[in-house]
């Protein structure tokens, strides 16, 4: 393969020193859950975020599913969310008998629809989470505004955006709470699983560390319905060790991503968009066209990695037969799914890389 789609080795190889060094204090010290690396990483990660508090979690979903269980989402509730987005998001407000109403996404960011929330809301509506989804921030300003008029709480999924922006300020404080993901495929990743519930609300934050901790403040003293949730000792070490670099490494992203842009402009692909006043951090490059099957497998076989993200919508999911959608229920997300193809994006791509996946994609003539 001459660029793998993802290269994590490529990410961790640098870092190998300091990496060893982590782990070998987590063994030294013992602080397997939780601990004074962990302490350090939500006190880092928060002040990287711009916000107050990070509650590390052991998943991206666990943050989301406590940040649901925190607005009271229960049998009975509506959420409104996305269909096009990795299932996580969703399952963050089923794991509490709760409904996803899904609405129709933006053709040219793929984000949740602000113009088709409003019809989305009902008497049962508890809460609003949209996806920030491939890096690009969604439509916060109209969506917030949907929200406030009806004064219900806006969650914000920022596991594929660590650091986007939109009108200058960082995504993930929009909303009363956000679900940041370091599953090692993300802009951050930790040797296995990690997450983080980032929020400025003083409340939120000490009831988020409870329920994290099997509901319990006090040892011994369980005051709602909690989770083992908590974040192991080596991830908080290991994500100590990369989040100095992550900044940069959204830098290299971007200048990718507008690499691929020059290269690309002139072929019958629709490449990716940065809104008016947004910042991505380009998690996913996703270009689309009507024959990206071929269009995959052409690269395939010059030696080009690429995924698809996501080719299946959430509505039209097995899990969710119950809620009784229909294929054309959303007829941008269902065609986003047909025609969605993510290009290598990751920082240690060399600029002779993305070169080659350009002139590979080039190379393609059966449009
Ligand atoms: C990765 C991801 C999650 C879940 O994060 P995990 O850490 O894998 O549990 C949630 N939402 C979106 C959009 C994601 O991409």
Known sequence: MKVPYFDLQARLRPLRPQLDAAIARTLDNCSFCLGPDVAKFEADFAQWCEAKHSIAFNSGTSALHVAMQMLGVDPGAEVITTPFTFIATSWAIVYLGGKPVFADIDEATMNLDP?????AFTARTKAVLPVHLYGHPFDLDPILAECKKRNIPLVEDTAQAHGARYRGKQVGTFGV?????FYPGK???ACGEGGALVTNDDAFALRAKSIREHGSSTRYYHDEIGYNYRMEGLQGAVLGVQLPHLTAWNTRRRAIAHRYHELLKGTPLRLPVEAAGCESVYHLYVVRHAARD???????????GSALHYPHPLHLQKCFASLGYQPGDFPVAERAARECLSLPIYPELTDAQVEL???AVKSFQDW
Not at 177 to 181: E, H, L, P, V
Not at 294 to 304: F, N, P, V, W, Y
């Open 115 to 119: 113009k088709l929330l409003g019809r």
């Open 177 to 181: 709470m956000s679900g940041y993901s």
């Open 187 to 189: 802009n951050i990743g």
């Open 294 to 304: 071929k269009l995959k497998a052409h690269l395939e076989a010059a030696g080009i």
């Open 357 to 359: 996946v350009a002139s």
